[in-house]
C-alpha cells in the first residue's frame, strides 16, 4: 500500500493524480467533491423549492414526504459516495493517471458504490477505485458488478480464502482436502466454497480438483513473500495438483484488494502435500520479517 502522504502536498493542497481523479469523476457523474462545492443534493434542494414556487399550489403531505425522502437518499448517496473517494485518494501513486478511466467505467462505479455506507466495504470500493486509477482498466465492470453484489460477509469469507493463496504463475487459493483443521479453522469448508463458486468468485471442483500442466522442470512458486523451488521426481510429468478451487476472473482481480494475512504452517502442510505427489519443494528465500 502507498505512503497516503506521498501525493498530498505539505501546504494541504491535493497532488496532481488526485485533483485529476476528483475533476475526473466529478465530470462522469455531474459533481462529486465538497472542494469542488458541487453537490448534487444542494442541487436536489434547489429543484425542490423551484418546484415548490412555479407550482403555486398547496402542496400535499405526500408530496412532501416524498420530496424529503428524495432529498433523504441523496445525501446519504452523495456522503458515501465522497467517503469512498477520499479512502481512495491515499491509495493513489505518483505515476497515477485517471484521466485514461472510461467515463462510462466511473459512471457504473458511482452507480453501484453509492449506496455503501459501511466503512470496511467502502474501503474495497476505494481501493478498486485507486487501481483502476493506478492502472486504467485493470478492473472490468463486471468485477465492480460483481463488487456491488457482495456483502460484507461475502468479503470477509473471500477474504479467508486469500489466506491460503500461492502464487504460481498467478494467484492460486491452494484448497486440497476441505476437511482439514487447517482449512476449517479459518471457516474454509464445501458450504462456504459452494457459496463463492455461486457468487461468480471462484470454481470449486471438489472431485477432480485443478491441475498445472507442463510446468518448467524447476518451478519458483511463493507465499507472501517466502519463494519455494520445486522440482519434479519425473521430469516427463510435470503436472502440479492446486486443489479444489481456482479463481474466476473477477476473482482475480479482487483478491488484489483483500487485507489477508498468511496462515502459520500452511507452507509446511502444502509441502507435505506434493511430496506425497512426487514434487519435491525447498525453501529459496523466507518471508521477510
Known amino acids: 500500500m502507498p505512503d497516503g502522504f506521498s501525493i498530498i502536498k505539505i501546504n494541504g493542497k491535493l497532488s496532481e493524480p488526485a485533483t485529476v481523479l476528483i475533476q475526473k469523476i466529478s465530470d462522469a457523474v455531474g459533481g462529486l467533491y465538497k472542494p469542488y462545492q458541487i453537490k448534487r443534493v444542494a442541487k436536489a434542494e434547489a429543484e425542490a423549492e423551484v418546484i415548490e414556487a412555479k407550482a403555486q399550489i398547496e402542496i400535499t403531505d405526500l408530496n412532501r414526504r416524498a420530496l424529503t425522502r428524495f432529498i433523504t437518499e441523496e445525501a446519504k448517496k452523495q456522503n458515501n459516495m465522497e467517503s469512498i473517494t477520499e479512502k481512495a485518494i491515499p491509495l493513489l501513486n505518483n505515476t497515477s493517471n ?32 485507486a487501481g483502476e486509477a493506478n ?54 469448508n464445501f458450504g462456504y466454497l459452494t457459496h463463492l463458486d455461486d457468487i461468480g468468485l471462484i470454481s470449486f471442483n471438489v472431485i477432480n480438483g485443478f491441475n498445472k500442466t507442463d510446468l518448467p522442470p524447476f518451478t519458483d512458486i511463493s507465499y507472501y513473500g517466502a519463494i519455494f523451488r520445486l522440482s519434479f521426481k519425473n521430469p516427463l510429468k510435470r503436472n502440479l495438483n492446486v486443489g479444489k478451487a481456482i479463481f474466476t476472473n473477477v476473482g482475480s482481480q479482487l483478491a488484489t484488494i483483500c487485507d489477508s494475512k498468511p496462515v502459520t504452517g500452511f507452507p509446511d502442510y502444502v509441502i507435505k502435500i506434493l511430496k506425497k505427489e512426487g514434487v519435491n519443494a525447498f525453501l529459496l528465500k523466507p518471508t521477510e520479517p
Not at 459512471?107 to 466495504?121: G, L, R, V, Y
Not at 460484507?152 to 494467484?171: E, R, Y
Open 98 to 129: 485517471p484521466q485514461k478511466i472510461e467515463d462510462d467505467w466511473i459512471t457504473n462505479f458511482f452507480d453501484k458504490c453509492c449506496i455503501i455506507s459501511d466503512e470496511h466495504m467502502q474501503l474495497l470500493w476505494a481501493k478498486v477505485l
Open 135 to 188: 492502472s486504467p482498466g485493470i478492473y472490468s465492470r463486471r468485477t465492480v458488478n460483481t463488487l456491488a453484489s457482495i456483502d460484507k460477509f461475502d468479503a470477509q469469507l473471500f477474504t479467508n480464502l486469500c489466506s491460503f493463496l500461492f502464487f504460481i504463475k498467478g494467484f492460486i487459493p491452494l484448497i486440497y482436502d476441505v476437511n482439514e483443521p487447517i482449512y476449517t479453522e479459518h471457516e474454509i
